[in-house]
């Protein structure tokens, strides 16, 4: 059983950087691919990112294709995603998930974290 815990949210003004963590706080996360979602109000939850185990293949959304990264430190456990130019429709809940079943469907999440960009 992986329990995901995500931290890094917070407040930060259009065009600013905020950089989100998730990480494994029981269980090993090194042999899962990851991803990060995220929920806006009134809105479905949406992929943002991917990773692979070894953090050599990443995917994005369109909508932040150039402007967040995602990465990986298996030895820490940890999965991060660096936001930079972040725009008031980024303003969201993310979720960090590990194993994965479909796109949409993943067997473990986090309990979210909140992210609001100012305009």
């Known amino acids: 059983q992986v329990q995901l815990v995500e931290s890094g949210g917070g407040l930060v003004q259009a065009g600013g950087s905020l950089r989100l963590s998730c990480a494994a706080s029981?269980?090993?996360?090194?042999?899962?691919?990851m991803a990060w979602f995220r929920q806006a109000p009134g809105k479905e939850r949406e992929f943002v990112a991917t990773?692979?185990?070894?953090?050599?293949?990443?995917d994005y959304a369109d909508f932040v294709k150039g402007r967040f990264t995602i990465s990986r430190d298996n030895a820490k456990n940890i999965m991060s995603l660096q936001m930079n130019s972040l725009k008031s429709e980024d303003t969201a809940v993310y979720y960090c998930?590990?194993?994965?079943?479909?796109?949409?469907?993943?067997?473990?999440w986090g309990q979210g974290t909140q992210v609001t960009v100012s305009s």
């Open positions: 029981r269980g090993t996360v090194r042999t899962y691919t």
């Open positions: 998930a590990t194993g994965r079943i479909t796109i949409r469907t993943w067997r473990y």
């Open positions: 990773i692979n185990p070894s953090g050599a293949t990443t």
